[in-house]
């Protein structure tokens, strides 16, 4: 079996003093798309800032393409990496098409990038029309996918989806999850997503992990997650009320 991209074992952290991660072990192999769920405030986000070191945990380890996650290793696995940020996250004034060349145009000259740009742009569904347009100018499922054009603007080998289908209505959020799809299956990449949107998990997953308690509690594919007894899981999947 080929090298997990992504290794998390015995993750702990705790923010003044309350537990969030406790224990955690995840791995993500390469080519596949892995769906973290959770409820809100589970630790979904600190799990990926402590993968991305932007967190460092209080204890545990993670490993980047088999390698501890020192600075040369994280910056290795940074260089092919793409990430759809919650909201989007595009910078208001630079225009659509420099917010997706926005790491293109430091590795090429401003053409290339530019038309890298409209390509990746194309690949989202959006028109050359777009490119020149500041970002306030678009609705908020266009701006989603030119997050997603810049995500995948220099073909990186790992995507992360930071809640991809929040704010958006269903059928805006269909197509997301659709382009996350054939987008995954096209390059190969591995690709790890975070969620509470199940129609978002049904779309996007071949692995599903399920957070709870500062731990992945469950894990298996979509089908398995249809089938699974954990009590957990099912309160989860179908939704019953919290107070
Ligand atoms: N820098 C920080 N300082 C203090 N507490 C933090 C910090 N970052 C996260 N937390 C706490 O850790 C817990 C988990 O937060 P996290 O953002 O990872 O949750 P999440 O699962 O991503 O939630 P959501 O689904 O609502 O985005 C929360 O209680 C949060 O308040």
């Known amino acids: 079996m080929s090298v997990p991209v992504i290794e998390a074992r015995g993750l702990v952290k705790s923010f003044a003093g309350r537990r969030v991660l406790d224990g955690l072990d995840l791995t993500a192999r390469q080519g596949e798309s892995l769906v973290i769920i959770g409820g809100s405030g589970t630790g979904k986000s ?5 993968i991305l070191g932007l967190d460092q945990p209080d204890a545990g380890a993670v490993r980047l393409n088999g390698a501890p996650a020192g600075r040369a290793a994280r910056a290795a ?4 990496f793409g990430m ?3 909201n989007a996250a595009l910078f208001d004034s630079l225009p659509v098409w420099r917010n997706v060349a926005f790491r293109l145009l430091e590795a090429m000259p ?3 990038a530019r038309a890298r740009a409209l ?3 194309s690949r989202v569904g959006l028109g050359p029309e777009i490119a020149d347009r500041m ?5 908020g499922g266009m701006r989603k996918r030119v997050g997603l054009a810049r995500a995948i603007a220099a073909d990186p080998r790992v995507i992360f989806f930071d809640e991809p289908t929040t704010g958006l209505d269903p059928r805006r959020a269909a197509g997301i999850n659709r382009l996350i799809r054939s987008i995954v299956t096209e390059t190969g990449a591995t690709a790890v997503t975070i969620t509470h949107d199940m129609t978002s998990v049904r779309a996007i997953a071949d692995r599903v992990a399920m957070l709870a308690e500062g731990r992945i509690v469950w894990q ?3 089908a398995q997650m249809d089938d699974a007894a954990d009590e957990r899981l099912r309160a989860f999947v179908e939704g019953h009320p919290l107070d």
Do not use: W
């Open 46 to 50: 600190v799990l990926l800032r402590c």
């Open 77 to 80: 696995f940074l260089r092919d």
């Open 119 to 121: 390509d990746k742009l």
């Open 110 to 112: 401003r053409a290339a």
């Open 84 to 86: 759809l940020f919650q």
């Open 220 to 222: 298996g594919t979509v």
């Open 135 to 139: 970002p306030a100018e678009l609705s």
